[in-house]
């Protein structure tokens, strides 16, 4: 007598979508793999070459620029190889992994973002005073405060507190959004709660607050007869700019939170893997936004990094007269700064 067959199990790593889809998602990934590589490993070698000049609040532009450095070396290589393989590398060991680490860095991003309105808000109280708000001790201890509590929220689903799991197309894994909302709602709330609602909104009043006190002051400028003093202008160029990392940040991930948390606390069928794909794609540009930022909105950085593009071996060794870098003059080292 013939046994019945066994019923096969469905792969859950085994892409859902086209083999046309899965090449272009691969080419789309080491595109922006390597675009957040080589532009986060340039912020940190313009950091690093003017590291005598750089203020405390700078340490966290750093820290941010790590954070994007580390998912694009750890996480995008193999969503590449992954796509091209038509299903996703590894196993549960490296779907683990992958949800881990990109949990890791997202958390630390928003954690640095908000991070980063709350010390300029600081600075901002006093905008004339030549004295450093935050010390370096201090902005040492926040940078560490942000990666411990990035890998305290990574952990907890390893600790039974949500799960990590493939994503519905089948190409990488994150938090199991699916299972979350039969199974973990709670982790669901505090986790949008806490890295994402809470901080979006500190990062939008601190920043408010930064420009009502730079309208003040220049009103003030004004109403004493006197031109805009160059701090003012600093800080608003500054104020620009980290305006635009934390909306490129949040623009790049909303719509992969919205699906998200759809998918977690929605009502209806399934999010088709199709539609789940461009969200996730979106959210992983967030990496190389920075960089050109910093590009397009500081003459200084923009001058830097074509004065090292140009650079021969032996041409850029000091800032001697020998051939390096010419020394910058004060006016020119405060407006190197990052945010």
């Given at each position: 007598m013939e046994s019945s067959p066994t019923p096969r199990?469905?792969?859950?790593?085994?892409?859902?979508?086209?083999?046309?889809?899965?090449?272009?998602?691969?080419?789309?990934?080491?595109?922006?793999?390597?675009?957040?590589?080589?532009?986060?490993?340039?912020?940190?070698?313009?950091?690093?070459?003017?590291s005598s000049r750089m203020k405390p609040p700078e340490l966290l532009s750093v820290n941010l620029a790590v954070t994007d450095l580390g998912a694009a070396v750890t996480m995008y290589p193999l969503a590449v190889a992954s796509a091209w393989s038509h299903r996703f590398l590894g196993g549960d060991s490296a779907c683990l992994y992958y949800g881990l680490a990109g949990f890791f860095f997202g958390v630390a991003s928003i954690m640095n973002l908000t991070l980063l309105a709350i010390v300029r808000f600081v600075v901002s109280l006093d905008l004339m005073s030549p004295t450093d708000k935050v010390s370096w001790r201090q902005m040492k201890l926040l940078c560490s405060w942000s990666w411990l509590y990035a890998l305290l929220w990574a952990l907890l689903p390893v600790l039974g507190w949500g799960r990590y799991g493939p994503e519905p197309f089948g190409l990488s894994c994150s938090l199991a959004w699916g299972h979350l909302r039969r199974e973990d709602s709670s982790f669901v709330v505090a986790m949008f709660s806490f890295n994402l609602a809470l901080p979006a909104a500190v990062i939008v009043?601190?920043?408010?607050?930064?420009?009502?006190?730079?309208?003040?002051?220049?009103?003030?400028?004004?109403?004493?007869?006197?031109?805009?003093?160059?701090?003012?202008?600093?800080?608003?160029?500054?104020l620009t700019m980290a305006v635009l990392i934390s909306v490129s940040f949040i623009v790049c991930w909303s719509p992969y939170s919205v699906v998200s948390l759809w998918a977690a606390m929605g009502p209806g069928s399934p999010i088709p893997p199709q539609l789940s794909l461009l969200p996730c794609m979106f959210a992983k540009s967030s990496t190389a936004c920075?960089?050109?930022?910093?590009?397009?909105?500081?003459?200084?950085?923009?001058?830097?990094?074509?004065?090292?593009?140009?650079?021969?071996?032996?041409?850029?060794?000091?800032?001697?007269?020998?051939?390096g870098a010419a020394p910058l003059s004060s006016k020119d080292a405060a407006a190197t700064t990052l945010v």
């Amino acid at each position: 007598m013939e046994s019945s067959p066994t019923p096969r199990t469905f792969d859950h790593y085994r892409s859902t979508l086209s083999p046309t889809m899965d090449i272009g998602a691969g080419a789309y990934l080491l595109f922006i793999t390597v675009f957040s590589i080589a532009g986060n490993l340039l912020v940190l070698v313009m950091a690093f070459n003017r590291s005598s000049r750089m203020k405390p609040p700078e340490l966290l532009s750093v820290n941010l620029a790590v954070t994007d450095l580390g998912a694009a070396v750890t996480m995008y290589p193999l969503a590449v190889a992954s796509a091209w393989s038509h299903r996703f590398l590894g196993g549960d060991s490296a779907c683990l992994y992958y949800g881990l680490a990109g949990f890791f860095f997202g958390v630390a991003s928003i954690m640095n973002l908000t991070l980063l309105a709350i010390v300029r808000f600081v600075v901002s109280l006093d905008l004339m005073s030549p004295t450093d708000k935050v010390s370096w001790r201090q902005m040492k201890l926040l940078c560490s405060w942000s990666w411990l509590y990035a890998l305290l929220w990574a952990l907890l689903p390893v600790l039974g507190w949500g799960r990590y799991g493939p994503e519905p197309f089948g190409l990488s894994c994150s938090l199991a959004w699916g299972h979350l909302r039969r199974e973990d709602s709670s982790f669901v709330v505090a986790m949008f709660s806490f890295n994402l609602a809470l901080p979006a909104a500190v990062i939008v009043c601190c920043y408010f607050g930064i420009a009502i006190k730079l309208h003040v002051t220049y009103r003030k400028a004004l109403e004493n007869g006197r031109r805009m003093p160059n701090v003012i202008k600093l800080h608003r160029r500054l104020l620009t700019m980290a305006v635009l990392i934390s909306v490129s940040f949040i623009v790049c991930w909303s719509p992969y939170s919205v699906v998200s948390l759809w998918a977690a606390m929605g009502p209806g069928s399934p999010i088709p893997p199709q539609l789940s794909l461009l969200p996730c794609m979106f959210a992983k540009s967030s990496t190389a936004c920075n960089p050109v930022i910093y590009y397009i909105c500081s003459q200084s950085f923009k001058r830097e990094v074509k004065q090292l593009v140009r650079c021969r071996p032996g041409c850029c060794g000091g800032g001697g007269p020998r051939g390096g870098a010419a020394p910058l003059s004060s006016k020119d080292a405060a407006a190197t700064t990052l945010v």
